[in-house]
């Protein structure tokens, strides 16, 4: 069966804290990682990575794909009020041609206080 | 550039009742996937539409089916509501050979 595990499941940090977030994952046919940001319902779009040991980079976020160890971080710097959200991690899984579906793990709610 | 959009936002059903949620995707985009998410839980893959046909299933039963239209929106129906059906609904589009999935804000449905 397929799994994506994140951890720690809640964080809570002060307003300047550096937090990095994990994913990891057990699939057959990978074939990317997605990283959303869910504030109240809508996940937002963060991140796709294909590719293992380059950073993906948008302001204080980053990212990067370890396809040796199945798994992925999430770092946020100089975090803010606004980083207040739950981050999911998502596997996109294909079963052939242009069929693919994304499994997501359970998300890591992140509250930074002021 | 209208992104996805669901309706209704709430919705109060009672157990055995018959529900139908909607779903339009972002402008140029033709696949649309379902997602249930429980509190606490990430979004659970239901299934997928590309040109009017179901084309990937996740582990729901046939109580929940859907159907997409010629204009590449998309409803999802769940019949003989159980409790466990509380969950907020999330559609999302994407392009058939596209990859990122873009969410809308999702239909809260509550079964009592």
């Known amino acids: 069966e397929d799994k994506v595990v994140q951890s720690p499941l809640s964080l809570v940090v002060h307003e300047g804290d550096t937090v990095t977030l994990n994913c990891s994952y057990e699939v057959t046919n990978f074939r990317s990682l997605l990283w959303y940001k869910q504030e109240k319902k809508a996940p937002t779009f963060l991140f796709m990575l294909?590719?293992?040991?380059i950073e993906k980079k948008s302001g204080r976020l980053s990212s990067i794909l370890d396809k040796k160890e199945l798994s992925s971080i999430l770092n946020i710097t100089a975090t803010q009020t606004g980083d207040s959200a739950i981050y999911l991690c998502?596997?996109?899984?294909?079963?052939?041609?242009?069929?693919?579906?994304?499994?997501f793990g359970k998300g890591t709610l992140l509250t930074v206080n002021p | 550039d209208a992104g996805v959009t669901q309706s209704p936002t709430h919705l109060i059903k009672t157990r055995g009742q018959q529900v139908t949620l909607r779903c339009s995707p972002k402008?140029?985009?033709?696949?649309v996937s379902w997602y249930q998410q429980a509190l606490g839980q990430g979004p659970q893959f239901i299934f997928q539409?590309?040109?009017?046909?179901?084309?990937q299933r996740g582990n729901f039963p046939d109580r929940f089916s859907g159907h997409q239209f010629p204009n590449y929106s998309s409803e999802l129906n769940v019949n003989a509501l159980l409790l466990g059906d509380s969950a907020l609904y999330l559609c999302a589009s994407s392009l058939a050979r596209g990859v990122v999935q873009y969410f809308g804000p999702g239909t809260r449905l509550t079964v009592t």
């Open positions: 539409y590309y040109e009017e046909e179901e084309r």
């Open positions: 402008s140029g985009h033709d696949t």
């Open positions: 998502a596997v996109e899984i294909t079963s052939g041609g242009s069929n693919y579906k994304l499994t």
């Open positions: 294909t590719s293992s040991g």
